[in-house]
């Protein structure tokens, strides 16, 4: 019996069994992604507009809280929604 076939990404056949896993399209990417998106230091300095050493800069200062995943630091949006929330300026 042969493995079933489906196209990959590039519209050739998947035979492989790890092809055959990886090319279930973007339904079976979903998937994958269903749980939180974090940011970067760099992709958060990058929405907030500021450099990658002040976001860090706040992360050392414990204003910001984050995870550090090996050499990386993950930080979670709920978090900077109340770090933006905290440092909000209102107009008198």
Not at 3 to 28: C, L, N, W, Y
Not at 58 to 63: A, C
């Amino acid at each position: 019996m042969q493995p079933p076939v489906s196209p990959d990404r590039r519209g050739m056949a998947a035979t492989h069994p790890v092809q055959i896993a990886f090319s279930g399209g973007k339904e079976s990417m979903k998937a994958k992604l269903g749980g939180p998106t974090f940011f970067t230091e760099r992709s958060l300095a990058a929405y907030l507009a500021v450099s990658d050493r002040t976001v860090r800069n706040w992360i050392r200062r414990g204003e910001l809280p984050s995870y550090k995943l090996g050499a990386s630091r993950r930080i979670d949006p709920a978090d900077v929604e109340v770090f933006l929330s905290r440092h909000r300026d209102e107009a008198p």
